[in-house]
Nanobody, 116 residues
Framework: QVQLVESGGGLVQPGGSLRLSCAAS????????MNWYRQPPGKERELVAV????????NYADSVKGRFTISRDNAKNSMYLQMSSLKPGDTAVYYC?????????WGRGTQVTVSS
């Protein structure tokens, strides 16, 4: 079965950095576009970044452009989100997401808290 497991979250001070990872299994990872979403406290889930199957195309929410970098390693069935210059507004649960043949799959998420 499809499994997505996020890791790397934690508490970081404003201006700091974190690297999130998403380990995927149960499907042909290299064939699918992958996404990072986040859900801030009390708000709806929002798309953060997307990366194509081979990694040649990426796109970002305006709020994270220039600060976050999405990447993937198809040999390791893994996706990453490098986050820099973190702000309190980046506080959220971060999820990895894939859609496979009209079915949607989510990880359980990893908490990122940006606070001094």
């Amino acid at each position: 079965q499809v499994q997505l497991v996020e890791s790397g979250g934690g508490l970081v001070q404003p201006g700091g950095s974190l690297r999130l990872s998403c380990a995927a299994s149960g499907f042909t990872f290299s064939s699918y576009t992958m996404n990072w979403y986040r859900q801030p406290p009390g708000k709806e889930r929002e798309l953060v970044a997307v990366i194509s199957s081979a990694g040649g195309y990426t796109n970002y929410a305006d709020s994270v452009k220039g600060r976050f970098t999405i990447s993937r390693d198809n040999a390791k069935n893994s996706m990453y989100l490098q986050m820099s210059s973190l702000k309190p507004g980046d506080t959220a649960v971060y999820y990895c997401y894939v859609r496979i043949e009209l079915r949607e799959y989510w990880g359980r998420g990893t908490q990122v808290t940006v606070s001094s």
